[in-house]
């Protein structure tokens, strides 16, 4: 218990110093409409139930002018209490995020020590470790409004951990004096009774992380992995026809009994239970159906027409080519691997063509969705049928690969339209499927296991040893001093190996850690986190738009005002800006024909929003500013009727009054 103590209080530590330089940072992004912009944040604009019937950025669910279906009411209240504790500061909403990651990084690390049972407690340590340094988790802890995947993460984690925690209490058997193994007492049906309370309060930490961020509901199908490769430790092989197979498919069932090893080669292996096959199906049953019926009762909530996004918000979303449109998602996919395994290319935001459409089957990316794909599977594979390696090993790999694609499917696009096209905050969560992967590869490695007994194994040789120099010496050494070592794990492992391993697992911690906290100072302000944006993706059109506005520099405003509109010509926000920008530097002919574009542009292609009415009022002012009341009339009057802007009706006004 003391070990596991210092363990969490060191992740804990790890996670808060890491985040600390992002404390004093800007409201910055989605900052703005989601909290500064929100009335649902703040008690004195707005009552609960108004906060409870909108969407997360305050909108009405399903009103006509709204482009989204986010419902994350638990979140906003958190917005909510900080402001009226603290007012609407930075500094306290920050350090919110900071706790929150905090406390989802330890609980992550009790999840991890019961997805690894097989490995010593430094494997826990390790995947906690790196699931609190990831530079993923950057923008969802330095960006206030992303503290909804940090909620629906430790809701997340309370959820599997009380289903874990149930399962393991309901299936435990007392030990047999005649056998070694245990049995169930009960029936599947009195299991299944007992289950069903556990089931609840998972449901109701469930529900919770769905209320915080939509992808917590997936804690459910994750539970239901875990159940089926950890707890009962199924081998799927034996359900592949074309495969060696059991006596029947129940002995794919092992009884549950902490790290796969045997004291000896020569003792039978007992035999699987029946009755626990029957429990687990059961409860797999109960779980399949507590997942679909939350989900249709949270898609009942999107009332009105689908999400409507605009092309620069997901090109993919509006290619009418079926094969390119399933390219590029499928390549989206495989930046979003990318970022998990190799965290280096950050950016803000990756839409508005940032990442360019695939184009047909010869483009060269579609070689790196593919390579993906191949790894994931060649990975999966070799878990299920590489019986040489062991089942500690194979059934961590399956789950945190499950986990991660569980988790990041919803929100990948794949299945339903979402409104940006890579994002890193939604790797929150699939960042914990990679932690238990990564943990276990170097677990194994390193040969980190521990016996039945909770004793510590190394198995070290030495180089001497395995040249085989002496035929009379012990194939290796065991601190817990077990004879038959070098054949529990099927692992031998040379100390310089192990070395090896442990200062990789030292290194990626490092080097993630100072990539998090470089990555918190991009998130200090605008101005930073547009320029670093835009180092990465310098053709994305948003970036260079918010750069513009984000600079004091009047020539930079003017050129990356221009580049956005080159990249995407219907973008209204940039023609306003742009006219603006040459208004203000006494262009103001310039600045018409710049906006005429930009209404010209719009009506090929309209969206949801004010841009029509700021365009037809910019036109008219100049006009009339540049004594020209008659050509401004018919955008004034334009304005006027698709617009309750008082400056419409007063600039119409003073037109006529120069006639």
């Known amino acids: 218990m003391a070990r596991l103590a210092g363990s969490l209080a060191l992740v804990a530590f790890v996670a808060t110093v890491t985040y600390l330089n992002g404390l004093n940072g800007d409201f910055v992004f989605d900052d703005m409409p989601a909290i500064v912009d929100n009335n649902d944040v703040f008690a004195d604009k707005s009552d609960l139930a108004q906060l409870w019937s909108n969407n997360f950025w305050g909108q009405e669910m399903g009103a006509s002018w709204s482009q989204h279906h986010s419902y994350r009411p638990l979140t906003t209240m958190t917005f909510r209490w900080t402001i009226s504790m603290f007012g609407l500061d930075k500094f306290w909403l920050h350090l919110g995020n900071v706790a929150l990651h905090t406390i989802a990084s330890v609980l992550m690390t009790l999840v991890f020590r019961a997805c690894l049972p097989s490995f010593t407690p430094l494997v826990h340590t390790f995947a906690g470790l790196v699931f609190a340094v990831h530079p993923v988790h950057a923008e969802s802890v330095s960006n206030i409004v992303c503290r909804a995947e940090m909620l629906a993460g430790i809701f997340w984690a309370l959820a599997f951990l009380t289903y874990a925690w149930g399962v393991t209490s309901i299936d435990q058997r007392p030990a047999s004096k005649s056998s070694s193994h245990t049995q169930s007492s009960t029936s599947p049906a009195l299991s299944t009774m007992q289950f069903l309370p556990v089931c609840g309060l998972t449901l109701l930490f469930a529900v919770a992380a769905l209320l915080s961020k939509e992808q917590g509901i997936m804690v459910l199908p994750a539970c239901i992995l875990w159940d089926i490769l950890v707890n009962c430790k199924v081998e799927l092989s034996s359900f592949v026809p074309f495969t060696p197979s059991q006596n029947s498919r129940h002995q794919a069932l092992k009884p549950s009994s902490g790290a796969e090893k045997a004291t000896s080669t020569a003792k039978a292996k007992p035999k699987p239970s029946v009755r626990s096959t029957n429990a687990l199906w059961l409860r ?318 719009w009506n090929k292609r309209p969206i949801i929003g004010n841009d029509p009415a700021i365009l037809n009022l910019n036109i008219g002012t100049g006009l009339k500013n540049m004594g020209r009341p008659r050509e401004a009339l018919p955008y004034l009057e334009r304005c006027t009727q698709i617009s309750q802007m008082p400056s419409c009706k007063q600039r119409l006004q003073e037109a006529r009054s120069m006639l």
């Open 284 to 601: 797999i049953a109960v779980m399949v159906v507590v997942t679909a019926m939350v989900y249709q009762m949270r898609v009942a909530l999107n009332k009105g027409d689908d999400a409507k996004m605009d092309e620069k918000t997901n090109p993919a979303n509006h290619i009418e080519d079926t094969l390119n449109r399933v390219l590029t998602k499928n390549h989206y996919a495989f930046i979003h691997f990318g970022l998990l395994v190799w965290p280096f290319s950050l950016c803000c935001d990756w839409s508005s063509f940032g990442v360019p459409n695939v184009e047909g089957l010869s483009d060269f990316r579609n070689l790196e969705t593919a390579a993906m794909y191949l790894f994931l599977a060649w990975v999966c594979f070799a878990s299920v049928f590489a019986k040489d390696l062991p089942q500690a090993l194979r059934s961590s790999l399956l789950l945190g690969i499950g986990w991660a694609i569980v988790t990041f499917i919803p929100a990948s696009g794949l299945l339903v339209e979402v409104g940006f096209v890579v994002a890193e905050r939604i790797l929150y969560m699939p960042v914990a499927g990679y932690c238990i992967a990564l943990a276990a590869f170097l677990g194994h490695m390193g040969s980190f296991y521990s016996s039945q007994k909770g004793e510590v194994k190394l198995n070290v040789k030495s180089k001497k040893q395995l040249g085989g120099s002496n035929g009379d010496e012990r194939a290796g050494k065991s601190v817990s001093g077990s004879d038959s070592e070098s054949q529990d794990n099927g692992v031998g492992v040379c100390r310089d190996t192990r070395w090896l391993c442990v200062s990789a697992g030292v290194l990626i911690l490092l080097v993630f850690t100072g990539r998090t906290v470089l990555r918190n100072a991009d998130w200090q302000s605008e101005l930073s986190l547009y320029e670093t944006g835009l180092k990465v993706l310098p053709n994305n059109a948003k970036l260079n738009h918010n750069f513009a506005h984000s600079t004091s520099d009047i020539a930079l405003k003017e050129v990356h005002y221009r580049a956005a509109i080159r990249i995407y010509p219907p973008y209204a926000s940039a023609y306003i800006n742009l006219g603006v920008v040459l208004a203000q530097s006494n262009r103001l002919s310039e600045a018409v024909s710049v906006w005429k574009k930009g209404l010209e542009q």
